[in-house]
């Protein structure tokens, strides 16, 4: 729901959206529910339990009174949903913790039953570090966001003679590619939203150095698969 329509998420303007919900779940008729982070889906996870009786695990991909704070704007936003964040972690059946600081957030916010099982990662080792005879390359694999924002990177290597690719999507997706058309850079710097995540490991063992600039709590999974597959980083 809309953050003002709804005047900032006030149970009774998100009745619809809960109501959706229900009907849906009493569709389907699941014996267990996962929910990613513990905001508005923990909410439904918890009123679809309360109505039916199902029971909800929920895994969490951040530290949310650490992460995403970083604006006024931010900050207003997650005062209005951390009444959700408590009330889901409250309620669950168990929590995934998918990082080791997350235990202490789900704890300090009312899980009863938070389990430490982390992301999957993936690699290829890298055998080749010779730099390629035509370019220098170097990768960028983050989400991109105000707290992964690599567009200082890109205004970086301007006088670089090097291919810099950004593999991954976000809210500042179509705001990095206008910055490298604004610096006429649409010949060394290149987009891909996505990728399967079995082929980006062989990819990325093509790059001469994975760079980054992130400013989150805990450390990214594109960071620790570039480690395993022993690229130079530089973060």
Not at 72 to 79: D, K
Not at 139 to 168: F, H, M, S, W
Request: proline content about 3%; charged content about 20%.
């Amino acid at each position: 729901p809309n953050i003002l329509l709804s005047f900032f998420y006030n149970i009774f303007f998100i009745k619809s959206y809960v109501n959706q919900a229900l009907d849906l779940a009493k569709k389907i008729n699941p014996l267990i529910i996962r929910t990613h982070n513990n905001f508005l889906e923990g909410y439904l996870a918890y009123r679809i339990k309360s109505k039916f009786n199902i029971p909800y695990i929920i895994s969490l991909h951040g530290v949310w009174d650490k992460d995403c704070l970083y604006t006024f704007i931010h900050r207003i936003r997650r005062f209005f949903l951390i009444k959700f964040e408590s009330i889901s972690l409250k309620n669950s059946d168990a929590v995934i913790a998918v990082y080791k600081p997350i235990i202490r957030y789900a704890n300090k916010y009312g899980s009863k039953n938070t389990k430490l099982i982390y992301n999957i990662v993936n690699f290829n080792n890298k055998f080749r570090y010779s730099i390629s005879k035509k370019k220098l390359r170097l990768v960028t694999i983050n989400r991109q966001q105000i707290d992964k924002n690599p567009e200082n990177i890109i205004r970086a290597i301007k006088d670089i003679d090097c291919e810099y690719y950004l593999i991954g999507d976000g809210p500042y997706h179509n705001r990095l590619k206008k910055i490298a058309y604004d610096l006429n850079l649409s010949n060394k710097v290149f987009f891909i939203q996505s990728i399967k995540n079995e082929k980006l490991i062989n990819f990325m063992t093509s790059f001469d150095i994975f760079i980054s600039n992130t400013n989150v709590y805990g450390t990214s999974k594109g960071l620790i698969e570039a480690s395993l597959c022993g690229i130079p980083i530089i973060t």
